[in-house]
């Protein structure tokens, strides 16, 4: 079957940094999604890779190992705004997207 | 604002109530997506339309019923519904088209349906 793997939940300071893991195994790999959703709100996008390495935007960073099948998401210098649900999905052969249930991040002052 | 609008936001229905939910995307795509979410777990891909052809129906009950009149409209006709269906229902919209190796998908706020 297919799988999506990530934690449920991480605590974070504001202004550190934090990782957030995402591990798959899927029917065929099309790209690696990165969304973030804040409570009540609908999800949207933060990065996208189908090559291996990292993909840097503003604050945020996205890293891709296809042969291990792993994928994070690094924040830095965290803000009080980053507290949200972050949500990695996965393009299969069909370019479906196969979704983890997300982790949600709680950032403490 | 993704540029994808639903209503109503929340609905609160008996098991014998009709409703349905509607999707708008004003970006021009192609394709259109209906998703549940609940609590703690995976976002579930119920229906999705291409160019107005169903491509997709992930083992949804009959009791959900969609209905894509254009590309830029898409509804979820709800009959008979039963309380684990208590969740909140995702509209999205692609580019779409033929298969593509970028999919990035916009998504609406969402309806929070309750189902005594």
């Known amino acids: 079957g297919q799988n999506i793997d990530q934690p449920t939940e991480m605590t974070a300071t504001e202004g550190a940094i934090v990782q957030i893991n995402c591990t798959y195994q899927?029917?065929?790999?099309?790209?690696l999604f990165w969304y973030q959703q804040h409570a009540g709100e609908a999800p949207t996008f933060l990065s996208y890779?189908?090559l291996d390495g990292l993909e840097e935007k503003g604050r945020f960073s996205s890293f891709l190992s296809r042969s291990k099948g792993y994928s994070y998401l690094l924040l830095k210098e965290l803000q009080m705004k980053d507290s949200a649900s972050y949500l990695c999905?996965?393009?299969?052969?069909?370019?479906?997207?196969?979704w983890g249930a997300g982790t949600k991040l709680i950032i403490k002052p | 604002e993704t540029g994808v609008t639903q209503t109503p936001r929340h609905l609160v229905m008996g098991m014998t109530n009709k409703k349905s939910l509607k999707c708008e995307q004003h970006l021009g795509h192609n394709a259109m997506y209906w998703y549940k979410q609940s609590a703690k777990k995976p976002l579930e891909l119920m229906f999705v339309y291409n160019f107005k052809e169903q491509t997709e129906n992930n083992s949804v009950p009959s009791r959900f019923s969609p209905e894509c009149p254009n590309s830029s409209h898409l509804f979820l006709h709800l009959h008979t519904l039963q309380p684990e269906d208590s969740a909140l229902y995702l509209c999205?919209?692609?580019?779409?088209?033929?298969?593509?190796?970028?999919?990035?998908?916009?998504f609406g706020p969402g309806t929070r349906l309750t189902v005594l």
């Open positions: 899927t029917s065929g790999f099309n790209g």
């Open positions: 999905a996965v393009a299969d052969s069909n370019y479906q997207l196969i």
């Open positions: 890779n189908v």
């Open positions: 999205a919209s692609s580019q779409g088209g033929l298969l593509s190796s970028y999919n990035e998908q916009f």
